[in-house]
């Protein structure tokens, strides 16, 4: 058995990261843009919030058919602590989505998708969507949170453990570790 992911792996773990700091950028930006160009970060926002719950989905779908490597530790309660930390960042990577897009409609906004929009469908409601907007910000912060814990982690690994782990999750699949 290896002890990398798959280039699958690979590509699908750099591109959700990517893009969930995209959506997170803008996120917190929103409000620096020009008034007319709103919608349009707000529409991307979405629809990178969109890519970011499909990717988790093809993700979850792909490790189920695929298994990992084996742990990178023989600690117990690191390895516990890590499996945790995976489930909470996947749990987040689609709940933060599926809390921000009926936020989305119940501020009375549609979704443009380029080849076709799906308008409002859910009247315009400040008491559904204030609360929904304060959950889908926490749940942000905490993906956020736990996603610099596990870059952390990583760099712990690579720097005071010595022991490889960041090339796991690399492209570099020529050499195999040992």
Not at 143 to 161: F, R, S
Request: glycine content about 6%; hydrophobic content about 50%; some cysteine.
């Amino acid at each position: 058995m290896t002890n990398r992911y798959d280039i699958v792996s690979v590509i699908l773990h750099w591109a959700t990261a990517l893009l969930i700091l995209f959506a997170f950028g803008l996120g917190l930006t929103v409000d620096d843009f020009p008034k007319a160009y709103g919608p349009t970060v707000v529409n991307t926002h979405a629809l990178i919030g969109l890519a970011v719950l499909l990717l988790t989905c093809f993700r979850l779908a792909w490790r189920l058919a695929h298994r990992a490597p084996q742990p990178a530790s023989n600690n117990f309660a690191a390895e516990k602590v890590s499996k945790i930390v995976h489930v909470l960042l996947y749990m987040l990577m689609v709940l933060v989505p599926l809390i921000g897009l009926p936020t989305l409609f119940y501020r009375g906004k549609g979704l443009d998708l380029g080849l076709f929009a799906v308008p409002q469908i859910l009247p315009r409601s400040p008491d559904v969507f204030h609360p929904l907007t304060e959950m889908h910000e926490l749940g942000a912060y905490a993906l956020i949170l736990l996603a610099g814990g596990h870059i952390l982690a990583a760099i712990y690994h690579q720097t005071v453990l010595r022991d490889g782990l960041i090339l796991r999750m690399t492209f570099q699949q020529k050499r195999e570790m040992s």
